[in-house]
């Protein structure tokens, strides 16, 4: 029986079809996108970027109505000092939110983690040092307790952590006896406690330690966010608890993990503000947990989880502090700025919501 020609094949003339294929590169946009899409799209990969532009304006306004009054070594290095306790409070809360979770107990952490330091340094004689672990300890096991409840028992991490707000705001009043430890006891007792407070001079401007532990801290994390596996995991639990666990992420103790350095971050702050204060106050930063959301949110992290950047966060408690600082020497009435900056949280939100749609 004859081989039947190749015409009747026409498979194996796959050479001649692939030759008279095409070679165009598939296309899937169907059209040239737009100046303002572009810009959407450069937003949502770079989540830090909305805040600077906000903090550049705002100092670039203030600095012209008010001058040299405004723009000068001390009252730039001033707004770092207010904010100081604010960005180290919103770094914790940081790590919370990029979780698509949130964390409203990081001001009672923070002032009772603070008051262990004081009370075991003067009371209890404790040398300071030790005093100093024993607070993180506190600031830790609270961060551990929100970490286990949300990741083991499945709560919502609002409920978990507004009770744990009340309890541990109850426990310090409980424990300190609404009493301020002085400024001359802990000079006298554990100096280290006020070593944030110190300050260091460059010309004009005057950096508080307390700064410098903020700028560090968001330099550390922000390389750990970025460069290391355990920041990877942390955005794919935020973005999708599902999909992260599905790869391989192990979402529960990713959790735990988070909140436990939350609770050591918040402990830090606590000694930070021994610094700023002077003294030990059981009633000090009553609404650290509201600033630190607002630094986060002004800050463009979405309260959705797993976008946003730590610098953001440090731009947003920079520029709630351009605010203060320059309505104050304008000389307008206080609650300007509060309706300012609620003015900024929404349109802050909105602004998430519209570079959203771009990964939609």
Same mark, same amino acid.
């Given at each position: 029986?004859?081989?039947?020609?190749?015409?009747?094949?026409p498979?194996?003339?796959?050479?001649?079809?692939?030759?008279?294929?095409?070679?165009?590169?598939?296309?899937?946009?169907?059209?040239?996108?737009?100046p303002?899409?572009k810009?959407?799209?450069?937003?949502h990969?770079s989540p830090?970027?909305?805040?600077?532009?906000?903090?550049?304006l705002?100092?670039?306004?203030?600095?012209?109505?008010l001058?040299?009054?405004?723009?000068?070594?001390?009252?730039?290095t001033l707004i770092?000092?207010?904010?100081?306790?604010?960005?180290?409070?919103g770094?914790?809360q940081?790590?919370?939110?990029?979780?698509?979770?949130?964390?409203?107990?990081?001001?009672?952490?923070?002032?009772?983690?603070s008051v262990?330091m004081?009370?075991?340094?003067?009371?209890?004689?404790?040398?300071?040092p030790?005093?100093?672990l024993c607070?993180f300890?506190?600031?830790?096991l609270?961060?551990?307790?929100?970490?286990w409840?949300?990741?083991r028992?499945?709560?919502?991490?609002f409920i978990?952590?507004?009770g744990?707000?009340q309890?541990?705001?109850?426990?310090?009043f409980?424990?300190?006896?609404?009493?301020t430890?002085?400024?001359q006891d802990?000079?006298?007792?554990?100096?280290i406690?006020?070593?944030?407070?110190?300050s260091?001079?460059?010309?004009g401007?005057v950096?508080?330690?307390g700064?410098?532990?903020?700028?560090?801290?968001?330099?550390?994390?922000?390389?750990?966010?970025?460069?290391?596996?355990?920041?990877?995991?942390?955005y794919?639990?935020?973005?999708?608890?599902?999909?992260a666990? !599905? +790869? =391989?992420?192990n979402?529960?103790r990713? /959790?735990? &993990? @988070?909140?436990?350095?939350? *609770?050591l971050?918040?402990? !830090? +702050? =606590?000694?930070?503000l021994?610094?700023? /204060?002077g &003294? @030990?106050s059981?009633?000090? *930063?009553q609404?650290?947990?509201i600033?630190?959301i607002?630094?986060?949110?002004?800050?463009?992290?979405?309260?959705?989880?797993?976008r946003?950047?730590?610098?953001?966060m440090?731009?947003?408690?920079?520029?709630?502090?351009?605010?203060?600082?320059?309505l104050?020497?304008?000389?307008?009435?206080?609650?300007w700025?509060?309706?300012?900056?609620g003015?900024?949280?929404?349109?802050?939100?909105?602004?998430?919501q519209?570079?959203?749609?771009?990964a939609?």
């Amino acid at each position: 029986m004859s081989e039947p020609q190749a015409a009747t094949k026409p498979h194996l003339e796959y050479e001649k079809v692939l030759s008279g294929s095409s070679t165009q590169v598939a296309q899937f946009d169907s059209h040239d996108k737009t100046p303002l899409q572009k810009f959407q799209h450069f937003l949502h990969g770079s989540p830090a970027a909305v805040p600077l532009i906000v903090l550049l304006l705002s100092v670039g306004v203030f600095g012209a109505i008010l001058g040299s009054k405004f723009f000068s070594a001390f009252s730039l290095t001033l707004i770092l000092q207010q904010v100081a306790i604010t960005g180290i409070i919103g770094a914790a809360q940081t790590l919370v939110i990029l979780t698509a979770g949130i964390d409203l107990s990081v001001g009672a952490i923070m002032v009772l983690s603070s008051v262990v330091m004081g009370q075991f340094a003067v009371h209890y004689g404790i040398p300071g040092p030790l005093a100093v672990l024993c607070g993180f300890a506190v600031g830790a096991l609270c961060g551990f307790i929100n970490g286990w409840l949300v990741a083991r028992v499945k709560l919502p991490p609002f409920i978990v952590t507004l009770g744990l707000w009340q309890i541990v705001l109850a426990s310090n009043f409980l424990y300190s006896a609404n009493e301020t430890i002085r400024a001359q006891d802990l000079q006298e007792n554990a100096p280290i406690l006020q070593y944030f407070g110190q300050s260091l001079r460059l010309g004009g401007a005057v950096f508080t330690y307390g700064v410098i532990a903020m700028v560090l801290l968001v330099c550390a994390l922000w390389y750990v966010l970025n460069q290391t596996a355990w920041g990877r995991h942390l955005y794919a639990v935020g973005d999708d608890p599902d999909a992260a666990e !599905l +790869a =391989g992420v192990n979402v529960k103790r990713m /959790l735990v &993990s @988070v909140y436990t350095l939350s *609770g050591l971050i918040c402990a !830090l +702050a =606590g000694w930070a503000l021994i610094g700023r /204060l002077g &003294s @030990v106050s059981p009633t000090a *930063g009553q609404f650290a947990n509201i600033e630190s959301i607002t630094a986060v949110v002004i800050g463009g992290l979405s309260l959705f989880g797993g976008r946003g950047s730590i610098l953001g966060m440090l731009f947003g408690a920079l520029i709630v502090g351009v605010f203060q600082l320059g309505l104050r020497l304008v000389g307008t009435d206080p609650q300007w700025t509060y309706l300012l900056i609620g003015v900024l949280i929404i349109a802050a939100v909105a602004i998430d919501q519209w570079i959203r749609k771009v990964a939609g």
